[in-house]
């Protein structure tokens, strides 16, 4: 009887504990995930420095599991003498669920960020990428009802449907189709033109860089440069955004502020005999003939750590398709430390 009691109370007071475990389990699993996030970025930017036309690698920290099961058992026999057996056991289920980044316009803006990190002066009007930007934000503006009044003043002023139709000579005229030397069309041609709308070939002119001040109205660029007046006129041409690309270009002007804000010269690089001991964060690739190690010094975590935020705020600016599916990739269990 007295074994009996005793096994009782050892099985009773092991699960006892579960709750205590599951909660150092939690916390030691959530503070892997600013690790995973260092290491991302360090490991980059190692890549970087061996080759500065890589693809970044990023990836979407989801989801997470924490998961403590306790089991027990013991059993009392008793044929010529008393028998009792005992058997406890403790697993853990630690997991963060991980969505890669694949989305080529993602992967071009932090590859902007890691280049200007080691010192390349770029940004988002390198290589024409604003406009390419620009196509991909539209899709991601919520249509907002005071703009919406705002697009009806500025369509209601400029060329609409009736003025084609009650142009002189159209009525009685069966033939199909509108003349295409017709006044009326040829105005309707120039004015939409003259108009940089959410569905224009170009929302950022090509050689344009977005300021303050033209957001709304800027002017007419051809070959990269902004058009001079014509003869006789004392202004230049200008064009006009819709409200609704007057957003699109506000986002991508901002945005580049926030690229541009991104500074070199607070990591060091170099071969695995130049890490110094004292440092707060390594990284490493191997690549070809390329094997570099960078690190940060502690009087550069502060941008380090601002570095690493404005990583994840771009890796998260694109809408992803199949953002509600649950994530079904890669699963990240990092070691329990007992």
């Known amino acids: 009887m007295r074994a009996w009691m005793l096994i009782t109370v050892l099985v009773a007071t092991s699960l006892g504990c579960t709750s205590v475990q599951l909660r150092r389990n939690t916390v030691r699993q ?3 995930l600013t690790d995973l996030q ?4 360090l490991d980059n930017l190692a890549a970087f420095t061996c080759n500065p036309n890589a693809i970044p690698f990023q990836a979407k920290l989801v989801n997470g599991t924490t998961q403590v099961a306790d089991s027990a058992n013991a059993s009392v026999s008793y044929l010529t003498e008393i028998a009792a057996t005992l058997g406890i056991s403790r697993s853990f289920v630690d997991q963060w669920g991980l969505i890669p980044v694949t989305d080529e316009t993602t992967l071009r803006l932090l590859r902007i960020a890691y280049r200007r990190a080691l010192g390349f002066d770029e940004d988002l009007y390198t290589d024409d990428f604003a406009n ?9 503006i919520v249509t907002a009802p005071d703009v919406g009044v705002e697009n009806t003043i500025i369509f209601g002023r400029g060329p609409a449907l009736p003025q084609l139709l009650d142009r002189a000579g159209w009525r009685g005229d069966t033939r199909a189709g509108f003349p295409a030397n017709d006044p009326a069309v040829e105005r309707w041609q120039k004015d939409t033109t003259d108009l940089i709308a959410s569905n224009s070939d170009r929302i950022i002119q090509f050689g344009e860089r977005l300021t303050a001040d033209n957001l ?6 051809a070959d990269g440069a902004p058009m001079r007046a014509l003869q006789g006129e004392n202004s230049i041409r200008v064009k006009i ?10 986002q991508i002007f901002a945005l580049n502020n926030y690229l541009l804000e991104i500074h070199d010269g607070w990591f060091d690089q170099g071969c695995k ?16 003939d390329c094997n ?15 570095f690493t935020l404005r990583t994840l705020r771009l890796a998260s600016m694109m809408a992803e398709p199949n ?14 430390v007992r």
């Open 30 to 32: 959530v503070t892997t």
């Open 38 to 41: 260092h290491k991302l970025v």
């Open 132 to 140: 390419i930007l620009a196509h991909r934000l539209k899709a991601q």
């Open 216 to 221: 709304h109205v800027t002017p007419v660029y």
């Open 241 to 250: 955004a819709t409200p609704y690309a007057a957003e699109i270009r506000r």
């Open 273 to 288: 005999k130049n890490v110094p001991r004292c440092v707060c964060y390594v990284g490493h690739r191997k690549d070809c």
């Open 292 to 306: 570099t190690y960078v690190w940060v010094y502690p009087e550069s975590r502060r941008a380090f750590e601002d």
């Open 323 to 336: 953002a509600a599916t649950p994530p079904s990739g890669i699963m990240f269990s990092p070691a329990v």
